[in-house]
DNA sequence: GCAAAAATGGACCCGCAAGTCCAGTCGATG
DNA sequence: CATCGACTGGACTTGCGGGTCCATTTTTGC
């Protein structure tokens, strides 16, 4: 993938990459310009196009990667550990907080509305962390079922991936609406659900 | 608004308005061209820009306006009368098939998504419909607390906004990854949570 | 220290699509 | 049947922004 990158080329590019991923959080996926990030990381033109000679959609790609793993990291320790319901409680709030603090400056919804559709490979990406979100979930889950916590008979798969619809939809709603009560509702729906299942 | 309109034109101004939603749901928002709504309408550009002198942008916000209407509407006749369980599962299937067989067709979506930010006229009717159909679910909530079905503990806007965000959130996920399971398991968490509700 | 390759600057090209203009036609109304 | 305003056609303008090119400077490896 990467030929030969001397240190100060490969520096280069990390600064191109992250300050494409910050003016795609202020500017939105098909607002940003290569003259925006141009002007941020202080490059030229050409010097975009020698890193990414797939130009932009390269470039997005790139970011993707990035922004899609800090999703996931941005849930830990908890995410990987909910194995009590003190823990799923820290959960919950802790996606509350940091999607309230992140206001609309989600840098990857956009892909998942129809800008997506022109950008396969980005919304592969994103598929692919929707799937380890909803895996880590579930093992949560199966967890609980374990010590009993959660009835057997919830699919844990399944409830999972409602649960994850449901933040998408309220991180979505926060974002349009302004208000934090769809986030914070659908966990809430989601989580007592879990509790008092038969 | 409309100042003087002959019969022949409001009809001209129509078929205008519904080729460019068909077009808005094959292409998504921000890949609808003018010229595919003159194709598909065999329209000229004067033509649209004398029934929508604001563009391409008084061009959408129609479109919205109608569309947004028509997404509840299609929920009747038992959004409306969700007034026992029976009524409710219906309802709940019902979103599950219209939303499956509509795939990644959904007009409105890409106004959910970032692109939205440029168009705060059309993100104000969406929130306005949001408004309507949690005030619809809501309603249904109460109804079934007057009669001892769902615990009067709850909160029934606030049950009711997570319910939608888990549709909106399965609805995304659905155009993204192809799997209904998203969908279908947040309603169904959703919902059971609420008959099980203390 | 010297080729070769990588890194950089910036001017240029080009296509696309929104929006403008004006000339011309149709249709309602007196 | 005359006239005015609504309606239509289509050429033209304009600006934006992605992508290309080449000359120049810097770094690397021998």
């Known amino acids: 993938m990467t030929r030969t990158l001397t240190p100060k080329g490969e520096q280069t590019r990390r600064r191109i990459v992250s300050g494409a991923a910050a003016e795609l959080r202020e500017r939105g996926v098909d607002q940003v310009r290569l003259e925006d990030v141009m002007a941020r990381t202080g490059t030229s033109k050409s010097q975009l196009f020698h890193y990414f000679p ?3 959609e390269g470039l997005l790609l790139a970011v993707v990667q990035q922004e899609a793993d800090q999703v996931l990291a941005d849930q830990e320790p908890y995410l990987s550990n909910l194995t009590s319901w003190e823990v ?10 940091r999607y309230v603090a992140q206001g609309d400056q989600c840098p990857l919804r956009g892909l998942l509305g129809d800008t997506g559709r022109r950008a396969p490979a980005a919304r592969a990406v994103l598929t692919d962390m929707m799937d380890r979100w909803q895996a880590a979930v579930a093992a949560g889950i199966r967890h609980m079922q374990a010590s009993h916590e959660i009835s057997g008979n919830v699919d844990a798969a399944r409830a999972a991936g409602g649960l994850i619809a449901g933040i998408q939809g309220g991180v979505l709603l926060l974002g349009n609406t302004g208000r934090t009560e769809y986030l914070e509702s659908a966990l809430d729906l989601g989580i007592d659900g879990l509790k008092r299942a038969t």
């Open 54 to 56: 797939d130009g932009k």
């Open 88 to 97: 799923w409680d820290r959960w919950r709030d802790l996606i509350v907080d």
